[in-house]
């Protein structure tokens, strides 16, 4: 997402394509404007560097961890022969995730554990106590750190379905099941889960 924080007047004559104006003196009431994802890639630009640092410092505030912003600001970026257009300005954020490589989306998941097919495990690589709490039905418990050295527990035939609590050490035994040869796929979500299998998931 690009941030131009200038005055509307001045952004309107050029801006970067693509951008969406938020003046500096609207920008910290604009939080709800935000996506909710705050893993979401943000670069914010002005023609004043000063005036980038003030916004970046509200969004970081905010909790967005990918923020940066253009040193520079508009004049580096024309210095560096890039495109600025002159029209009309992108009224709203919108915001549109790309999904990870290999990761399945949160309905498919549902329907996938909903009732599994033949031709699919569902692998949960949380730790035993985090187990307790509670397993959906049909997984298979293979800690993460244990993966490796349990391969030959996992037929090759089918495609392995992981997830953990957060979708980090899913991730991370995506690739060891890749890496090993197997179909894989993982759900880069939240997940909890309670007694009897019931879950609910949170998008990252």
């Given amino acids: 997402m690009l941030i131009d924080v200038r005055p509307q007047d001045e952004a309107k004559k050029e801006h970067i394509k693509g951008a969406v104006n938020i003046p500096i003196d ?20 002005s023609s004043d560097d000063s005036v980038s640092i003030k916004a970046f410092d509200i969004v970081r505030k905010w909790g967005y961890i990918n923020t940066s912003y253009l040193v520079g ?8 022969g890039a495109e600025v257009v002159s029209d009309k300005l992108v009224a ?11 990761a399945i989306g949160t309905e498919e998941f549902k329907k996938v554990t909903g009732k ?24 298979i418990n293979i800690p993460v750190n244990e993966l490796k050295d349990r391969l030959n527990e996992l037929p090759k035939d089918k495609e392995i379905i992981v997830h ?4 980090m050490r899913a991730e991370m035994a995506y690739n060891i099941l890749k890496d090993a040869g197997y179909k894989a796929r993982f759900l880069d979500a939240t997940i909890k889960i309670k007694k009897g299998g019931k879950y609910t998931i949170t998008e990252n």
């Avoid at 600001?73 to 560096?80: C, N, P, Q, V």
């Avoid at 709203?92 to 290999?102: A, D, H, S």
């Avoid at 699919?120 to 039905?137: C, S």
């Fill in 116 to 139: 599994i097919p033949q031709n699919m495990i569902i692998l949960d690589v949380r730790d035993p106590e985090e187990t307790q709490m509670g397993v959906i039905k049909g997984a």
């Fill in 164 to 167: 953990c609590a957060t979708g």
């Fill in 26 to 45: 609207k920008l910290a009431k604009a939080k709800k404007e935000f996506p909710k994802q705050q893993n979401a890639p943000i670069i914010i630009y």
């Fill in 92 to 102: 709203k954020i919108n915001y549109v995730p790309k999904p990870k490589i290999g």
């Fill in 73 to 80: 600001g508009i004049d580096a970026w024309k210095k560096a």
